[in-house]
Nanobody
Framework: QVQLVESGGGLVQAGGSLRLSCAAS????????MGWFRQAPGKEREYVAA????????YYANSVKGRFTISRDNAKNTVYLQMVSLKPEDTAVYYC????????????????WGQGTQVTVSS
């Protein structure tokens, strides 16, 4: 089981930027995909972005494409989510997750989750 710790959330005005970090430990991530998900109050958890650790191939939900960028630092075993042009509808708890199968786009494959970090975008 890989352990995940998110950081970087906070309060930002609409149009602003934030960078989330997710530090992973406990496993070598070479076969993994790492993903970011979010859950707003009263809504279901939603897939945001994912990256295949070895290839670096990235995937995005349509709602964030062009505004969010997922990346990883192999040396630090950390995955990032750079968010720009934030909107009030981006307000949610953001979770980092690990998919040991490397599929990246199948939510059910994500077996390890962080504790989440709150992102609040004010209008």
């Amino acid at each position: 089981q890989v352990q995940l710790v998110e950081s970087g959330g906070g309060l930002v005005q609409a149009g602003g930027s934030l960078r989330l970090s997710c530090a992973a430990s406990g496993r070598t991530l070479s076969s993994y995909a790492m993903g970011w998900f979010r859950q707003a109050p009263g809504k279901e958890r939603e897939y945001v972005a994912a990256i295949k650790w070895t290839s670096g191939r990235t995937y995005y939900a349509n709602s964030v494409k062009g505004r969010f960028t997922i990346s990883r630092d192999n040396a630090k075993n950390t995955v990032y989510l750079q968010m720009v042009s934030l909107k009030p509808e981006d307000t949610a708890v953001y979770y980092c997750a690990a998919d040991p199968t490397g599929a990246a786009v199948m939510t059910a494959r994500y077996g390890s989750w962080g504790q989440g970090t709150q992102v609040t975008v004010s209008s």
